[in-house]
């Protein structure tokens, strides 16, 4: 057994999270039991999901108490094997923490064959979830070329492969963020038809209507951005909500969403997605995916921060103004 550094809630983040909300402690890590490995934790995947799960009640996934070593993906490499399903070396992805070593169930972990061209990172985003998540929204959106697409944080993590995708199939990919730098991004490097800013939706509705309107809009923030974008779409248009992260931050009841007559005059399909429910197509999707970045017609775009101690900014920069990309924090040659 030898001691480590892992970052624990020290509190409930009131609103968007604070660094006060989080504790370094020096913890100890277990041996290794039967059907169990060592991982070394090399990238922490930073997800807003996680903060649903730091509320006091958490409305999605396992809550988190004061105490607790914070939970989130990552991807490590094992150091010590006691299950036959994984040898020293392999490469993994599972929940293994805010934590520098994790003692993990081989059977919970799913190890990567990691492509030495592309590096391990590209595994936690454009060919991990958020990539996969990208490509089986615009899936079930049917999203075609012509089609007018509208992406929310389209410079995120999930949205800006989404966005990469849609241009790609010949859509008309318009990208909305709250940040000026992610805007100009969007445009000069992916390439995007169109940018708007998110913050005035009275503005930007009327902007898309005069634009031609809105064919599928893949929705991960809701709110009045949600409502902005409904009073724009076409007739037959298709909506995926797959996150409300306009909501994560506030105690109450998540905001509500706008008309519903809007659905019925337009005959709209809205539906809602998450991506584990779709796990019998992840093999086909990651095949292409890992295709087209080989290829360099999807770029990965990633924004990387440097140790364990950086982590509690780098999750709180999620909901604030993160560079474009897929945020992670890479713990190679960590002191803590
Ligand atoms: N359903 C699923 O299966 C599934 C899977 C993965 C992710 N998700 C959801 O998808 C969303 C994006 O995840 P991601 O990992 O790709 O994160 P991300 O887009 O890389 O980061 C979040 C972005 O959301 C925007 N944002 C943050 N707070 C906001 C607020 N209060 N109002 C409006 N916009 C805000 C910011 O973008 P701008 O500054 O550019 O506006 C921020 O950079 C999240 O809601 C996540 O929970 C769902």
């Known amino acids: 057994m030898s001691a480590q550094t892992a970052i624990v809630l020290a509190r409930h983040p009131q609103g968007v999270p604070h660094l006060d909300d989080f504790r370094f402690e020096q913890r100890n890590v277990p041996d290794a039991g039967d059907g169990e490995v060592l991982v070394e934790v090399r990238y922490l995947s930073m997800d807003p999901f996680l903060?649903?799960?730091?509320?006091p009640s958490a409305s999605m996934g396992r809550p988190v108490r004061p105490g607790d070593v914070i939970?989130?993906?990552a991807l490590g490499r094992v150091r010590t094997s006691r299950?036959?399903?994984l040898k020293t070396g392999d490469w993994v992805i599972g929940d293994?923490?805010?934590q520098r070593f994790s003692v993990m169930a081989a059977q919970s972990l799913s190890r990567i064959d990691v492509d030495d061209g592309l590096g391990p990172s590209v595994y936690l985003g454009a060919l991990g979830s958020p990539g996969l998540t990208a490509a089986l929204l615009l899936e079930a959106t049917q999203a075609a070329a012509g089609d007018t697409v509208v992406i929310s944080a389209a410079a995120g993590a999930v949205g800006n492969v989404a966005a990469q995708l849609a241009r790609l199939r010949g859509c008309r990919v318009i990208g909305?963020?709250?940040?000026?730098a992610r805007r100009d991004y969007l445009l000069s490097v992916l390439g995007l038809d169109a940018v708007h800013d998110?913050?005035?939706?009275?503005?930007l509705s009327a902007t898309l209507v005069e634009r031609g309107g809105v064919d599928v809009f893949l929705d991960s923030i809701g709110g009045a951005l949600h409502d902005a974008v409904l009073s724009s779409m076409?007739?037959?248009g298709r909506i995926v909500m797959y996150g409300f992260i306009s909501g994560y931050n506030s105690s109450g009841k998540p905001a509500s969403y706008g008309s519903m007559m809007e659905v019925l005059r337009k005959r709209l399909t809205v539906s809602g997605f998450l991506v584990g429910d779709h796990a019998s197509l992840f093999p086909s999707a990651l095949k292409q995916l890992h295709e087209l970045v080989r290829s360099g017609r999807l770029t990965v775009v990633e924004n990387i921060h440097q140790g364990l101690g950086a982590t509690p900014q780098a999750f709180a920069s999620l909901f604030d103004a993160a560079p474009p990309g897929k945020t992670l924090v890479c713990l190679d040659d960590d002191p803590l």
């Open 83 to 85: 299950d036959p399903s």
């Open 96 to 98: 293994l923490g805010w």
């Open 71 to 73: 939970p989130g993906r």
């Open 234 to 236: 076409n007739p037959l």
């Open 176 to 180: 909305l963020s709250g940040s000026q």
């Open 198 to 203: 998110h913050r005035d939706p009275a503005a």
């Open 51 to 55: 903060r649903l799960q730091l509320a």
